[in-house]
């Protein structure tokens, strides 16, 4: 009997889409399924999970049998999984399911960029027993080929973002020279701007840092929490302001961890004067998911380190980029 393969495309920022939407354009990848977490924006049939789940048991779960659930009935079957990284407990899985053929990575923002991210790194012990019993509830560790010795030997498995000496490993995609240093095989795709986005060139886009992140950071020194948040709205209220004196208007993009987990009253709070970038794209009809600098926006305000920043300059310019640090 013939095995069929299916591509798996897990996309969960705006770079992982930009290079996911390449891959479909030139025929990389064909008719995958296409799985958004963060409430990453996907035009087109997809399902939706939270993230990957992390070290998190029940969020890997909710990944996994979303996955397996939209997989054709058709057997057998094998997947090509195309993925930000295999770091955590998700991508130990993947690579001990039989029912995953090959693994490709595709780059995310600086971490893709990090040398030291293709050791052993972050590992965890789980608790194995528990874990494996709340898979086995719904079929997981059975549909993926996932045997009790396999299970028990998982805490001994290497805590890899980017195994690229794993017999599994495909290949990488990036859009940066310097991605995936250490690994062979890693293609770089150039990209295009986007030029559909009307006046772009008198629109500024403000990105702001991870503030879910800087708030567990800051958990136990809540004064210093409160002043970098206090910062933020200044500097929010004065780029708005400096924009309408140059008759260009501010665009307010979060995180998409934020843009996942913040209420709707307090993204409104910081945004204030500005609008959203979201509901600016969605409001004239335009794909909101590529990476911000391929869209050619006037100026970009970054917040701390990342890797917006990065794309900007390669793409536009460092002239368009304005970096300000917080902490």
């Not at 503030?211 to 210093?224: E, F, G, P, T």
């Not at 309408?244 to 987990?261: G, W």
């Not at 500005?274 to 970054?302: N, T």
Request: contains cysteine; hydrophobic residues 40%; charged residues 20%.
């Amino acid at each position: 009997m013939t095995t069929d393969t299916l591509d798996v495309l897990y996309i969960h920022s705006p770079i992982t889409y930009s290079i996911g939407r390449e891959l479909l354009a030139h025929g990389d990848i064909k008719n995958p399924l296409v799985i958004c977490g963060r409430k990453t924006p996907y035009n087109g049939p997809h399902i939706e999970v939270v993230d990957d789940g992390i070290w998190n048991a029940e969020r890997v779960r909710d990944f996994l049998r979303a996955m397996l659930d939209a997989l054709p009935r058709k057997r057998p079957i094998q997947l090509n999984v195309y993925l930000p990284h295999t770091g955590f407990l998700l991508g130990k899985l993947l690579k001990m399911s039989p029912l995953v053929r090959r693994i490709f990575y595709i780059e995310e923002g600086n971490t893709s960029h990090e040398l030291q991210l293709t050791q052993d790194r972050q590992n965890l012990a789980i608790p194995i027993e528990n874990y494996a019993a709340m898979f086995k509830r719904d079929h997981l560790l059975e549909r993926l080929g996932i045997t009790d010795a396999m299970m028990r030997g998982i805490n001994e498995m290497q805590a890899i973002w980017f195994d690229g000496n794993h017999p599994k490993y495909g290949g990488a995609y990036g859009i940066s020279p310097t991605s995936f240093p250490a690994l062979a095989n890693v293609r770089q795709i150039s990209m295009a701007l986007h030029e559909d986005v009307p006046e772009r060139e008198k629109i500024w886009v403000c990105i702001l840092p991870n503030i879910v992140s800087l708030a567990s950071k800051y958990d136990n020194n809540q004064d210093m929490l409160q002043k970098i948040l206090y910062a933020l709205v200044i500097v929010l209220r004065t780029q708005s302001a400096l924009a309408a004196s140059m008759s260009c208007s501010l665009l307010v993009k979060f995180h998409p961890v934020d843009e996942a987990n913040l209420s709707e009253e307090f993204k409104g709070e910081l945004m204030h004067d500005a609008s959203s970038y979201q509901d600016f794209f969605r409001d004239r009809g335009l794909d909101s998911g590529y990476e911000p600098a391929l869209y050619g926006f006037g100026k970009y305000i970054v917040f701390n380190i990342s890797a917006a920043s990065r794309y900007v300059t390669q793409f536009l310019g460092q002239e368009r980029l304005v970096n300000i640090t917080l902490d």
